[in-house]
């Protein structure tokens, strides 16, 4: 489906879980921005079928129209949400039509350092328009211009410079977007690849950002990676393209079963400074499932609660839900993770722990899952997925969550509703038996 086209349907639908409490109605004179992240709020929240949501969309459309180019940015900014899917973000930058953040406020939150997450959230998205993969409307071929010269001449001033971790993956992601379609585009892309490779140049061992490039500028060479070899599946671990990065995994999990030299190397990338080689490397023995279980869970383990990068706690999150069987004695482990009052985890190392929880809960103590319960109903705001992917994994001992599941529903978008009732509450709460027939 083209991009254009699937941002319409996911501004309709919604598909990502999401949302927040209901907005209350903004009322007249109501600051504009505060006024669309309101009515934004409310068309996640409302069905799509819905006068609500309706409502809500031809209120924000008619501000958009009425809105100053100067509340853009803070507008789009306030719709952004970090824990959303790409799409739903996407979705919310549609509202404003074609180009719709002027170029000199993207410009302005790019050199910003101590831009906030939203910010940070709205120059992601902005950027990912200019995929190759992309076929959109949103963009003129001018900003997508003006954006990799923007990216081009920050990268240039930051080589030499020491920056914070957050930067760091900010300029991987917007690089990453860039590359895949002006990577490769001669005059247009040149810039940005002196740029890189001035930054990589002068770059430490630490930075992960500086790591990618030398591996990116050697794609680049070639038109397409084709995976044919352990080598080139290694070297693709490490590609800007995440779909390159699962079928590289997808390549070596089917070799280093009988390959154990190449297994251990594929373990050793566990280390490597970059977050996307570390969690494809992870990846690698979701496919090799029966890989050393005593040498894999381990270090799965080590790399959801300890390791850096989301997208490599997910990774090391989805090896062991399907390794649960081999894991099924990690629940007190975690469950101290969980616990540790010295241990600020994040929303979403949380998310990913109590997901591991619910596929292990089998195995847990019933002093275990008491714990776990208390602990899925706290987080049930702060990381609804793996709350509620626990909650439903203990069945009928999670009945006592009921209420606290019934009121997280009440403010929650409507898939997330949709699976409370199918699947959470249904698991979670006996059913009333069927009337006899007279």
């Known amino acids: 489906m083209r991009r254009s086209a699937l941002i319409s349907v996911l501004a309709a639908a919604f598909v990502a879980a999401g949302g927040g409490e209901t907005a209350a109605a903004p009322g007249p004179g109501t600051d504009q921005v505060a006024e669309a992240a309101s009515l934004w709020q409310q068309m996640r929240r409302a069905d799509v079928a819905s006068a609500e949501f309706k409502a809500a969309r031809w209120r924000l459309k008619a501000l958009v129209g009425t809105m100053p180019a100067t509340k853009r940015a803070a507008a789009l900014?306030?719709?952004?949400?970090?824990?959303?899917?790409?799409?739903?973000?996407?979705?919310?930058?549609?509202?404003?039509g074609r180009d719709p953040l002027p170029v000199t406020d993207a410009q302005r939150i790019l050199w910003d350092s101590q831009r906030s997450f939203s910010q940070r959230e709205l120059l992601k998205t902005y950027y990912s328009h200019?995929?190759?993969?992309?076929?959109?409307?949103?963009?003129?071929?001018?900003?997508?211009?003006?954006?990799?010269?923007?990216?081009?001449?920050?990268?240039?001033?930051?080589?030499?410079?020491?920056?914070?971790?957050?930067?760091?993956?900010?300029?991987?992601?917007?690089?990453?977007?860039?590359?895949?379609?002006?990577?490769?585009?001669?005059?247009?892309?040149?810039?940005?690849?002196?740029a890189l490779r001035k930054y990589a140049d002068k770059a430490d061992g630490a930075d992960g950002f500086g790591?990618?490039?030398?591996?990116?500028?050697?794609?680049?060479?070639?038109?397409?990676?084709?995976?044919?070899?352990?080598?080139?599946?290694?070297?693709?671990?490490?590609?800007?393209?995440?779909?390159?990065?699962?079928?590289?995994a997808a390549y070596l999990?089917?070799?280093?079963?009988?390959?154990?030299?190449?297994?251990?190397?594929?373990?050793?990338?566990?280390?490597?400074?970059?977050?996307?080689?570390?969690?494809?490397?992870?990846?690698?023995?979701?496919?090799?499932?029966?890989?050393?279980?005593?040498?894999?869970?381990?270090?799965?383990?080590?790399?959801?609660?300890?390791?850096?990068?989301?997208?490599?706690?997910?990774?090391?999150?989805?090896?062991?839900?399907?390794?649960?069987?081999?894991?099924?004695?990690?629940?007190?482990?975690?469950?101290?993770?969980?616990?540790?009052?010295?241990?600020?985890?994040?929303?979403?190392?949380?998310?990913?722990?109590?997901?591991?929880?619910?596929?292990?809960?089998?195995?847990a103590s019933a002093e275990q899952k008491q714990l776990l319960l208390r602990l899925a109903e706290l987080r049930l705001t702060t990381s609804p997925d793996g709350a509620l992917s626990l909650i439903q994994a203990l069945g009928p001992d999670a009945a006592p969550a009921a209420p606290a599941v019934r009121q997280y529903r009440a403010a929650a978008d409507r898939f997330v509703r949709d699976r409370i009732d199918h699947f959470v509450l249904p698991a979670i709460l006996p059913r009333a038996p069927a009337p006899e027939t007279p």
């Open 211 to 248: 790591a990618a490039i030398p591996a990116w500028l050697d794609m680049l060479s070639s038109r397409r990676t084709v995976i044919e070899s352990f080598g080139t599946a290694t070297l693709a671990l490490g590609h800007w393209e995440p779909l390159v990065r699962l079928k590289a």
């Open 77 to 96: 900014a306030a719709m952004m949400d970090r824990d959303a899917e790409p799409g739903v973000n996407a979705a919310a930058l549609a509202e404003f």
């Open 253 to 363: 999990g089917e070799h280093v079963p009988n390959d154990d030299k190449g297994a251990q190397v594929v373990l050793s990338l566990l280390r490597d400074p970059r977050d996307e080689v570390r969690a494809a490397a992870a990846q690698v023995f979701a496919f090799a499932k029966d890989y050393r279980p005593e040498e894999v869970v381990p270090k799965m383990i080590a790399a959801l609660t300890h390791g850096r990068g989301v997208i490599v706690q997910a990774a090391a999150a989805k090896v062991l839900v399907g390794r649960a069987d081999q894991a099924s004695g990690q629940v007190g482990l975690l469950l101290r993770t969980l616990t540790d009052p010295s241990r600020r985890l994040g929303r979403k190392r949380t998310s990913y722990i109590l997901r591991v929880q619910a596929a292990l809960v089998k195995g």
């Open 130 to 194: 200019c995929r190759a993969e992309v076929v959109t409307s949103a963009l003129s071929d001018a900003t997508q211009r003006q954006l990799v010269d923007m990216l081009a001449e920050r990268v240039d001033n930051l080589a030499g410079t020491r920056i914070h971790y957050g930067e760091q993956r900010l300029l991987v992601h917007l690089a990453s977007a860039v590359l895949s379609r002006f990577g490769r585009s001669g005059q247009q892309g040149a810039g940005l690849v002196r």
